[in-house]
Every structure is written in structure tokens, then in C-alpha cells.
């Protein structure tokens, strides 16, 4: 095998590992095994553990943003709910590396590791900004924008914790809390109401955004009833 | 001073440092400087940079872990903004440190900061859920209060970049969020809706949960009527 081949063939086996432990916990020994080597040689591919574990991280890290890439055709809801199928996929396919990556640790929570978590963020911010098409976005877009990326690392590190609820019903659900999260800075900005208003009109009644629109107006009046029945008797 | 005391005082003025630049670019030189002794003197207290800046960030962290301390008394809408208030104002004091803290970096990535970013987490999680006093919280009750921790953290973050947006707003937003994505979970889970009813059965109509019900229901039929629009000329 040449150099970058067999560079690329232990990133594949480390990436392997970390799919069902944590990084911290797969040593070069292993690596080195799985690869059919012995452990000077990986050694003479990467100079240490850290820059094996570094490029592994970033072949992953590369591969996350290509999943958010989505044409853009048809209703952004269906998109964006296809963006989160990918993206429980590859969360799925790499449990404990994704974890390690995300929540740092003496193995991975380097300034490089960092600034490659950013890149993802940033790629997933810009993938949804050039869906949205918004020539000027408004300040409080970004901010729901970026935000709401959070929201979806926060709750795919969950769902890996545990795996309780299905991950179908994440997947929706995050693309929910995104019309929701706009909804919500929509009701004290115009600004961002004619965002909204902007990314309905494209909405069809049976997508995602739709259909949590008439579920949430469906139980409305009952939330309604039971607030100002309250109001009156206090 | 007793060694204890000169221990909180390089502390204190650390910290101090830290709310105008991030732990990165600030030396123990400096800090021996800002506090009128030698820095062989800091090290006699310190064994190394590492250690006086993970005590510094563990009094940080264990003094915002305390804010987030609310008496059982009122509305929840008003008591979580309150403590909104006093996250923000924790953010805003310490605004570099705090960056730094949640971003990681070489003065903090480590395991022992990254167990106390879990703490204050987890410390944030445990008051919602004794604020909420749900004798079985569901388990996608638990997500919804976890993921909007990440969301507040992310949000708090990105207003620290260049506060745009008046912090005030973002306060309130953040009440708003946590009931959208309460809601969100709500039209699809029954669970999750008994957990909704049960919190606005408290809540005033004037108070932050209500104002937000009643302003997206003025603002829903103008979206309702949108989205049916385009369904039929669809």
C-alpha cells in the first residue's frame, strides 16, 4: 500500500472503533491489530496518537457536512426532515465517536478537535441560511439559526445516552422545534414573523410544518380554556 | 494572609481577569501582578497554570450553579424568567471566562472543566425538574428540559458575540422557548400534553406563558390562512 493509502486505511479502521467505544478507550494497539500491522508502523504513518485520532475526527467531521447538503427542491419542512434523517443516520453509525467528538475529552478536546466541531456547526448554519434564501437575515435568524443546530447536538448527544425514544420521532420533532423556535421570535419581531410567514407560504398542509400547525391549533382552545379558566378563578 | 485566603484572593482576581479576556491570553504573570505578589509566589499556591484556573472555574461554575436557585413561590413562567435574569447577568460579568468555560480551549478543555460544565448542567436540569414537581417526569420531558439547557447555553454564547440583541429579549425569548418546545413534544405525546396542562394551570394570563399562548394565536390565523391559500392554489 502507498503512504495516503494506508494513511486512509487506519483512519477507516480507527473510525470503526470509535463507532462502538469512545476514542479515549480504543488504543493504537487495537488500531494497529485491526489493521493487520504492527504499532510502529501505524506509528510511522502518524506521528501519534493524537494526529491518528485528529485526522479520524476529521474525515468524520467532513462526512457529517455532506449530509446536510439537500437540494433545494420542494417544501423546506420536507428538506429539513430529510437533513435530520442523515444526520441521525451518521450520529447513529459513529454512537461513541459522535459523543467523544461532541463532548470533548483528553483525546479529542484540543483546539484543533474544537475549531473542527465549529466548521460542522458553521456548515449546518450556511446550509439552512442558503434554503432560506433570506437576501438580508434579520439578526434574530441567525441567532434561532444557530441555536437551533445546538438544540440538534444537544439532542441527538441525548438520544445516544440511552436510545429511549425513537429516533424517527427526534427527527421530527427537531424539525418542529425549528418552526417552533421561529415561531416564538416571530411573536416579538416582524422582522422574523415575515420570515415565517416567508417559509409557510412554500409549506403544503400535509408536511411537517403544516401538520404541527393544525396539531398545535387542535389542542389550543383546551390549553386556551384551562389558562383563562384559571385566570378567573384566581 | 493565611494560605487559604491568598488562595481565594489569586481566585478572585483570576476570575476578574477572566470577565475581560479569555483564560487563554491571560498569564499567571499577570495575575500575580493583579494581586501585588511574585509569581514563584503563585506557584507556592498553585502548583501549575492548569490548577489555579480549574479552581477559578470551579468557583464560577459552582457560583452560577446558585443562581439558578428560585424559591417554589408564583407562576413558573415568572420564575424561570428570573432566573434567565440571573444567568444573564452571570454571562454578562464574566463574559470571556464564561466563553471560554463552554467553548473549551487549552486552559480548559480538559476532563476536570468538562465534569463541571456536566455539573452546572446538570444542576440547571435538577432545579427545572424540582421547579416542575412531576412525581414521573416522562422521559421526553427530561429532553425537552436537557436540550433547552444546551439551547440557553448556545443562546447565551452567541449573544456574548457582539450582543446584538437586547439581553432583556433574550430572557424572555428563552421562557418562550422552553414552553415551544414543550409544546412541540406536546402535540404528539399524551404524556407531554398532561405535563403542559399542568404547568399553564398555574400560569396568569399576563404572565410570560400566557402572553406568549395569546400573541401566536393572534398572529395563527393570519398563518392558518396563508398556509390553506397556498394549499389550494398548489
Same mark, same amino acid.
Given at each position: 500500500?502507498?503512504?495516503?493509502?494506508?494513511?486512509?486505511?487506519?483512519?477507516?479502521?480507527?473510525?470503526?472503533?470509535?463507532?462502538?467505544?469512545?476514542?479515549?478507550?480504543?488504543?493504537?494497539?487495537?488500531?494497529?491489530?485491526?489493521?493487520?500491522?504492527?504499532?510502529?508502523?501505524?506509528?510511522?504513518?502518524?506521528?501519534?496518537?493524537?494526529s =491518528?485520532y485528529e485526522a479520524?475526527?476529521?474525515?468524520? @467531521? /467532513?462526512?457529517? !457536512?455532506?449530509?446536510?447538503?439537500?437540494? &433545494? #427542491?420542494? %417544501?423546506?419542512?420536507?428538506?429539513?426532515?430529510?437533513?435530520?434523517?442523515?444526520?441521525?443516520?451518521?450520529?447513529?453509525?459513529?454512537?461513541?465517536?459522535?459523543?467523544?467528538?461532541?463532548?470533548?475529552?483528553?483525546?479529542?478536546?484540543?483546539?484543533t478537535?474544537?475549531?473542527?466541531?465549529?466548521?460542522?456547526?458553521?456548515?449546518?448554519?450556511?446550509?439552512?441560511?442558503?434554503?432560506?434564501?433570506?437576501?438580508?437575515?434579520?439578526?434574530?435568524?441567525? =441567532?434561532?439559526?444557530?441555536?437551533?443546530?445546538?438544540? @440538534? /447536538?444537544?439532542? !441527538?448527544?441525548?438520544?445516544?445516552?440511552? &436510545? #429511549?425514544? %425513537?429516533?424517527?420521532?427526534?427527527?421530527?420533532?427537531?424539525?418542529?422545534?425549528?418552526?417552533?423556535?421561529?415561531?416564538?421570535?416571530?411573536?416579538?419581531?416582524?422582522?422574523?414573523?415575515?420570515?415565517?410567514?416567508?417559509?409557510?407560504?412554500?409549506?403544503?398542509?400535509?408536511?411537517?410544518?403544516?401538520?404541527?400547525?393544525?396539531?398545535?391549533?387542535?389542542?389550543?382552545?383546551?390549553?386556551?380554556?384551562?389558562?383563562?379558566?384559571?385566570?378567573?378563578?384566581?
Amino acid at each position: 500500500m502507498g503512504v495516503e493509502e494506508r494513511r486512509q486505511q487506519l483512519i477507516g479502521v480507527a473510525l470503526e472503533l470509535f463507532s462502538a467505544r469512545s476514542p479515549d478507550e480504543v488504543s493504537i494497539d487495537e488500531i494497529a491489530a485491526a489493521a493487520g500491522i504492527s504499532r510502529p508502523l501505524v506509528y510511522h504513518y502518524f506521528p501519534g496518537k493524537q494526529s =491518528l485520532y485528529e485526522a479520524a475526527l476529521r474525515r468524520a @467531521a /467532513e462526512e457529517l !457536512a455532506t449530509r446536510f447538503v439537500e437540494p &433545494r #427542491e420542494g %417544501p423546506l419542512g420536507a428538506r429539513l426532515l430529510r437533513v435530520m434523517k442523515r444526520f441521525f443516520d451518521f450520529v447513529d453509525e459513529h454512537g461513541p465517536g459522535f459523543s467523544a467528538l461532541m463532548r470533548g475529552g483528553p483525546a479529542v478536546g484540543s483546539t484543533t478537535t474544537n475549531a473542527m466541531i465549529d466548521d460542522v456547526r458553521q456548515a449546518a448554519y450556511e446550509q439552512i441560511m442558503s434554503h432560506l434564501d433570506i437576501a438580508e437575515p434579520p439578526v434574530r435568524l441567525t =441567532l434561532v439559526v444557530r441555536s437551533w443546530v445546538s438544540l @440538534a /447536538e444537544a439532542t !441527538a448527544l441525548l438520544w445516544l445516552d440511552g &436510545r #429511549e425514544i %425513537p429516533r424517527a420521532e427526534l427527527e421530527l420533532q427537531l424539525v418542529h422545534d425549528f418552526a417552533a423556535l421561529c415561531a416564538v421570535s416571530a411573536a416579538y419581531d416582524d422582522g422574523m414573523a415575515a420570515v415565517v410567514v416567508r417559509i409557510l407560504e412554500q409549506e403544503p398542509l400535509e408536511g411537517p410544518f403544516g401538520e404541527l400547525v393544525g396539531r398545535l391549533m387542535a389542542i389550543a382552545p383546551t390549553v386556551m380554556e384551562q389558562v383563562v379558566a384559571d385566570d378567573r378563578t384566581a
